[in-house]
């Protein structure tokens, strides 16, 4: 029987050792059931984030998470925020590469089948980037690979700026003058599906300080007496506008010419052979985003100007008359009927077939003159550079009756400068009725709205060859431009903005403790280095923690929370003073001080009162007993009596070292009595007084046969007489 017992024993261990104890494995699987995501752009670097994450566990029986993984893509985030159904939750961050991997503590077990509810927030500083006035967000979002049922996507963009493009492509965009917002909603999400969220935007206003120095060399062997020479002037068009211009030397004309350009006339100063003289205009170029298009704008060819349609014809480098180019416009607009989906039918033939010619670009850049393909040669080799991306994008235009031109400008890249004029950029503009002339950059893949880095140099409407740069001289003389862009952007100041908010009890009892927990919040885009607190403590409180911390960085939107625990020891107004004092960044001391008003009153008490017996008869004792909580030794207790016929008297008693407190009386009255109990508190303690209590007093019953003589003496007599007549019977 002792072996089946200790094999039974040992079976049973060996069982529960291969049973898997209940929680997470790599291998446990669950279902995303919301996935809403909010992210704000704050300013040029730093976004804020709010997440609500529901997910619901699909395990075996018994099987539970209790703590969570997940990731979140940044490697530099701050102020993280972690709530649950119950608020917070403590969490782990780590960093791995360019993500953050966040272990969160549940707070709970979650099984099969149950949900569980985050709420997420964090602010993160390497999701932006910025190329002069383009700004670029740029982060993956719905990253878990399990299937997700809902999803919700929303950025929003601050004022001052507008949308250039943006995906995943179920977003949809709204503007207005507080800014942009872009959301989009999607049910039933795959596993393997996820999404990168690149959202491209700009200054609605951004101006640049721009330079041209057009040099002139006399290749000849004579000097040149009388030169003059003639160069396109600050274009001022469509939505550019020009300013502050100056020139050296001064032109002696101005003009335009039949596509609207400023043309400027120079005469300098006699040439030697192999010397050179150089025109310098400046000025400062504003460009205003133009509003974004959207299918509104639905007017049909009918709609076009007639004094618009010599914008139509064909040109050296537009062969619009060549069968091809006409044949190919007309099959891929004749589906479309407004204007606006015609081009934009063109536009996606042209970004989807043509590719950029790298070759040829590092040709032009070593000084080499590859030539112009013009729109036949570069459609039949299906590469080109931004020119012949134009100039194929404007043929096809103008062979479906759309007038349209080339622009040739310059790009501003970040913070380098488009110094030579080989590395100028061209573009295109299409007229769409009830809109004007829309900006198209099929190069660049820009449809209606450049990014505000475009500046336009010179239109060619009437020609697509015009002749640029004219001189009158005598000598063979070669030009150079050159062009110096600055842009002049708007100062962003990174600065902290410290502030304490406090959540406590503004009125406390004496000897009970006061937590106030002090909130202490950046809201600058700067970091407050060196950040210390200081707390001080009035009369009557005792801090029973720190008066002095060291917070150290406090980075751009980051809170730190401070709970700090106070004593009453007297009672009174009181005020708790705190000092934030932090380094700026430039090396500025900032101090801000707060008050905290206090009251201090007296301890609350409470004081009961029993009687025992409820019910005695005339001539006997009631107990009256309670105590005084917190106990309050030494202290007079007052009962109060109130008599059958409602009269009122008082004894008073004396508390002992626990507070408690008795009395013996003897009632005089039969009836109904009442007692209560209270006290008139001292210094620091609260008076109080008890609940009523009640209790009765009955007559003693008496026989009246023998008066004079008690109750309990006629009983013991029977009693006595009772037992001498049993004594007598025995006998007997």
């Given amino acids: 029987m002792k072996r089946k017992i200790l094999l039974s024993l040992l079976l049973t261990s060996l069982i529960v050792s291969f049973v898997p104890y209940p929680t997470v494995s790599a291998s446990d699987k669950y279902r995303l059931l919301l996935f809403d995501e909010t992210v704000t752009v704050l300013d040029s670097r730093t976004v804020q984030v709010l997440l609500n994450y529901k997910f619901m566990p699909v395990l075996e029986k018994d099987h539970y998470f209790k703590t969570w993984s997940m990731y979140i893509h ?140 057009y040099t002139f060399t006399n290749e000849g062997s004579t000097t040149e007496r009388k030169p003059k020479f003639e160069v396109p002037g600050p274009l001022e068009v469509g939505r550019q506008e020009v300013s502050q211009i100056s020139y050296n030397p001064s032109p002696i004309s101005t003009s335009y010419d039949e596509s609207g350009n400023l043309r400027s006339k120079f005469r300098t100063a006699p040439i030697a052979p192999g010397r050179n003289t150089t025109i310098t205009i400046r000025f400062v170029a504003k460009i205003t985003l133009p509003p974004a298009i959207n299918d509104s704008y639905s007017g049909g060819l009918d709609e076009i100007p007639l004094n618009l349609m010599k914008y139509t014809t064909a040109d050296t480098y537009w062969e619009v008359d060549d069968p091809t180019m006409r044949d190919l416009s007309q099959n891929l607009t004749k589906s479309e009927t407004s204007v606006l989906n015609k081009v934009k039918a ?107 880095r475009h500046i336009t140099r010179l239109l060619r409407k009437d020609s697509s060859e015009p002749k640029v740069i004219w001189w009158w001289v005598n000598n063979p003389t070669s030009s150079e431009l050159k062009c ?38 950046n809201h600058g885009n700067g970091t407050a280095y060196v950040t210390n607190v200081t707390v001080a403590v009035p009369e009557g409180l005792v801090l029973l923690n720190r008066s002095l911390y060291s917070l150290g960085e406090l980075r751009g939107y980051e809170s730190k929370d401070l709970n700090l625990v106070f004593n009453a020891t007297s009672i009174g107004n009181a005020t708790i003073g705190v000092t934030v004092r932090y380094q700026a960044e430039g090396g500025g001391i900032e101090t801000r001080k707060y008050n905290y008003s206090i009251v201090v009153i007296k301890a609350l008490t409470d004081i009961s009162c029993s009687v025992s017996p409820f019910n005695i008869t005339t001539g006997n004792d009631v107990r009256i007993q309670g105590l005084i909580s917190p106990a309050r030794p030494g202290k007079n207790v007052t009962l109060t009596y109130i008599t059958p016929d409602e009269k009122i008297f008082t004894r008073t008693v004396i508390t002992g070292s626990d507070g408690s407190y008795n009395d013996a009386f003897t009632p005089d009255a039969v009836g109904s009595w009442n007692v209560k109990a209270s006290w008139e508190g001292d210094s620091t303690h609260a008076d109080a007084t ?42 007997r």
């Avoid at 925020?81 to 272990?103: A, M, Q």
């Avoid at 062979?399 to 790009?411: E, F, K, Q, R």
């Avoid at 962003?492 to 106030?516: C, F, G, K, W």
């Fill in 74 to 213: 940044t490697a530099d985030a701050c102020g993280i925020k972690i709530e649950g159904e119950n608020g917070s939750l403590p969490f782990k961050p780590i960093v791995e590469g360019n993500w953050t991997r966040l272990v969160i503590d549940l707070g709970r077990e979650v099984y099969d089948k149950q949900s569980c509810l985050l709420k997420i927030s964090y602010f993160a500083k390497d999701m932006m980037e910025a190329k002069g006035p383009e700004k670029t967000l740029r982060m993956w979002t719905v990253p878990d690979k399990v299937y997700k049922e809902n999803v919700t996507l929303t950025v929003n963009i601050p004022k001052g700026y507008g949308l250039i493009e943006y995906k995943p492509p179920f977003l949809s965009s709204r503007e207005s003058a507080d800014g942009a917002v872009l959301s989009g909603h999607r049910l039933g999400v795959g596993a393997d599906e996820s999404y990168y969220l690149s959202v491209k935007f700009a200054e609605t206003v951004v101006q640049y300080d721009v330079n041209y120095r």
């Fill in 690 to 731: 008890s609940q009523s209590t009640s209790f009765t007093v009955e007559e003693k019953p008496s026989f009246g046969g023998i008066p004079g003589f008690p109750y309990e003496s006629i009983m013991l007599g029977l009693l006595l007489g009772v037992f001498t007549l049993w004594m007598l019977q025995r006998r």
């Fill in 346 to 452: 063109v536009y996606n033939f042209v970004i989807d077939n043509i590719e950029y010619n790298d070759a040829k670009f590092k040709a032009i850049l070593s000084g080499q003159k590859p030539g112009r393909y013009g729109a036949i040669r570069t459609h039949t080799l299906g590469s080109g550079v931004c020119g012949d991306f134009s100039d194929l994008f404007v043929t096809l235009c103008r062979a479906s009756g759309i007038p349209a031109m080339v622009v040739n400008g310059w790009t501003y890249d970040g913070d380098e400068l488009t110094s030579h004029r080989e590395t100028g950029h061209a573009w295109a503009e299409v007229f769409i009725p009830r809109y004007g002339w829309l900006q198209v950059d099929p190069t660049w893949k820009l449809f209606g709205r450049l990014e505000g």
């Fill in 484 to 521: 110096d862009i600055t842009f002049l952007a708007t100062e962003e100041i990174y600065r902290p903005d410290l502030s304490a908010s406090v959540s406590y009890e503004t009125e406390t009892h004496i000897d009970r403790d006061l937590n106030l927990r002090l909130a202490l919040s």
